[in-house]
């Protein structure tokens, strides 16, 4: 934890990005130093000892400019019990890595139970207006997931995202919930309060502590959903907006894509179609499970316990 706040304040530098955070990492690893070490050299020892470029050196100048500033949002963290998780620690999912690539968020703001970023989970996601079918199909589906012992991610967001989580909670099972925006700008929703449980819940921001919701923030949201899990299932989504680009994201991330299958499609699934024929969604079909109509998943469970 001594170190997060040197990296936080890095992180934090206009034009410093996931690439940059990387490189500079690569650069202090050849000669063994520490980013606290990093801190201390003028940019000529930058530039002779570590080969470091001019925006780099620049980005650690500023870095150290804002440390102090950075120390009041590093102390607000530690009082919430919030921790950083960092791109090249043991507790980073590898698999961001390895699909993101330098898209990958640098530091992961993470409360709960941290495990949970090492279990095999499913994202269910889906639009905050949702059909009364879609807010069965999502319930179902949590519930089916985690009797399957997979964790459910989903966007923390009312609608499908929330309905998703409280069924993985009511059922016993584990869910992870990523954020749009800073734990500063948390709101637990009331039809969480009964249901949740730290012990069996993870919330994750890629944002630091203080950054507001927006548009852009949602989609880089919903693309860290979908590159945590080891299969994306789109309940129901317009033609267009965020969770048909997380639908996108998902393609270009090689995550398989399911979406739920009407016999007669609600306004709030129009995307649903056009996912399974532009973006190759495999379709998720009713069947009836004592006396009781649930998504068929087993393609999908088998994906997430047997693929990559």
Same mark, same amino acid.
């Given at each position: ?6 990296? $936080?304040?890095?992180?934090?530098? /206009?034009? %410093?990005?996931?690439? $940059?955070?990387?490189?500079?990492? @690569?650069?202090?690893?050849? !000669? #063994? ?39 009041? #949002? ?6 919430? #019990? ?13 698999? +961001?890595?390895?699909?993101?690539? *330098? ?29 009364? /079918? ?14 399957? =012992? ?20 009511? *059922? ?14 948390? /709101? $637990? !929703? ?7 449980? !730290? ?6 921001? !890629?944002?630091?502590? @203080? ?5 852009? &923030?949602?989609?880089?949201? *919903? ?8 299969? %994306? ?6 033609? @267009? ?43 998720? =079909?009713?069947?009836?499970?004592? *006396?009781?109509?649930?998504? &068929?998943?087993?393609? +999908?469970?088998? @994906?997430? /316990?047997?693929?990559?």
């Amino acid at each position: 934890m001594k170190h997060d706040k040197y990296w $936080m304040a890095l992180d934090q530098v /206009k034009g %410093v990005g996931p690439a $940059m955070m990387r490189e500079i990492h @690569d650069a202090l690893r050849r !000669p #063994g130093l520490s980013i606290t070490d990093l801190f201390t050299l003028s940019p000529e020892e930058m530039r002779s000892e570590l080969s470091l470029r001019e925006q780099a050196i620049s980005a650690v100048e500023a870095a150290r400019g804002r440390l102090t500033l950075v120390e009041d #949002g590093y102390f607000k963290l530690i009082d919430a #019990g919030i921790e950083i998780v960092l791109f090249f620690e043991e507790g980073y999912p590898e698999r +961001l890595n390895r699909l993101m690539k *330098n898209e990958a968020p640098s530091m992961l703001y993470v409360y709960g139970n941290r495990s949970l970023l090492r279990e095999k989970s499913a994202a269910v996601l889906g639009e905050k207006a949702v059909s009364e /079918k879609g807010e069965l199909v999502a319930y179902r589906a949590a519930q089916e997931l985690v009797r399957h =012992r997979i964790a459910v991610t989903s966007g923390f967001a009312r609608g499908v995202d929330l309905i998703a989580h409280r069924a993985a909670l009511e *059922n016993g099972g584990g869910t992870i919930g990523v954020l749009p925006h800073g734990f500063s700008q948390l /709101k $637990m !929703p009331d039809s969480m309060k009964e249901a949740y449980n !730290p012990d069996f819940m993870l919330l994750v921001s !890629p944002f630091g502590f @203080d950054t507001e919701y927006s548009t852009f &923030n949602a989609f880089r949201r *919903n693309r860290l959903a979908c590159a945590l899990s080891r299969a %994306v299932f789109i309940v129901e989504s317009p033609a @267009d907006g965020g969770i048909y680009e997380a639908a996108k994201s998902a393609r270009a991330l090689g995550v398989p894509l399911y979406a739920t299958e009407y016999a007669e499609y609600p306004d709030t699934a129009a995307g649903n179609p056009v996912i399974m024929r532009e973006l190759g969604a495999q379709p998720v =079909r009713g069947r009836l499970v004592n *006396n009781a109509l649930l998504p &068929n998943l087993d393609r +999908l469970i088998a @994906d997430v /316990k047997f693929g990559d």
